[in-house]
T-cell receptor
């Protein structure tokens, strides 16, 4: 079973609607991250967290909120979705001691 | 803010010929450098992670790091058509609380039979 799982894997949303992307980890690491990847580009950091109750802004936070209600769960929230937020979103966590980064399989979001 | 640039944007090689990809970064305090492979429409597969100057080999993939030159490269020995993918360089200051990865935009590698 994958250590980091994302849901949903695919989502179509309407402009102006609210979207919540969920990420769950089973390997109990403090740091979790949300990235987006646009076609032809690398991943860019939106928000991250140091642990339950913590959320921090990444490099491109505008239009997004994050929530970390527990060690296991880290959500990305689009309160008012726009077509420019159409992208693939990846969740990840970090095992600092073992120098590993675990990525989810990604969520493809289309805002119409 | 860290800037990571990859070159070339695209590369075509023949099966069996060495493929060499480049990555430059702007933050000289960076201490971890990773190469990922991403097949079309798929997730990220880590190929090699390097912390120290010099080289690190993982199977057919070798990373070379020169922090003074702000440069890390990836060499793929005996590439196969199944290696055709986007290759992403990621750089971080691993030994900080944040430890975030900053990615380049990738190199599209095509391996012709």
């Amino acid at each position: 079973e994958a250590a980091v799982t994302q849901s949903p894997r695919n989502k179509v949303a309407v402009t102006g609607g609210k979207v919540t992307l969920s990420c769950n980890q089973t390997n109990n690491h403090n740091n979790m991250y949300w990235y987006r990847q646009d076609t032809g580009h690398g991943l860019r950091l939106i928000h991250y967290s140091y642990g339950a109750g913590s959320t921090e802004k990444g490099d491109i936070p505008d239009g997004y909120k994050a929530s970390r209600p527990s060690q296991e769960n880290f959500s990305l929230i689009l309160e008012l979705a726009t077509p420019s937020q159409t992208s693939v979103y990846f969740c990840a966590n970090r095992d600092r001691e073992n120098t590993e980064v675990f990525f989810g399989k990604g969520t493809r979001l289309t805002v119409v | 803010q860290q800037k990571v640039q990859q070159s070339p944007e695209s590369l075509t090689v023949s099966e069996g010929a060495m493929a060499s990809l480049n990555c430059t970064f702007s933050d000289g305090t960076s201490d971890n450098f990773r190469w990922y492979r991403q097949h079309s429409g798929k997730g990220l597969e880590m190929l090699v992670s390097i912390f120290s100057d010099g080289e690190k080999e993982e199977g057919r993939f070798t990373a070379h790091l020169n922090r003074a030159s702000l440069h890390v490269s990836l060499h793929i020995r005996e590439p196969q058509p199944s290696d055709s993918a986007v290759y992403l360089c990621a750089v971080s200051r691993w030994n900080t609380n944040t430890g975030k990865l900053t990615f380049g935009d990738g190199t599209v590698l095509t391996v012709k039979p």
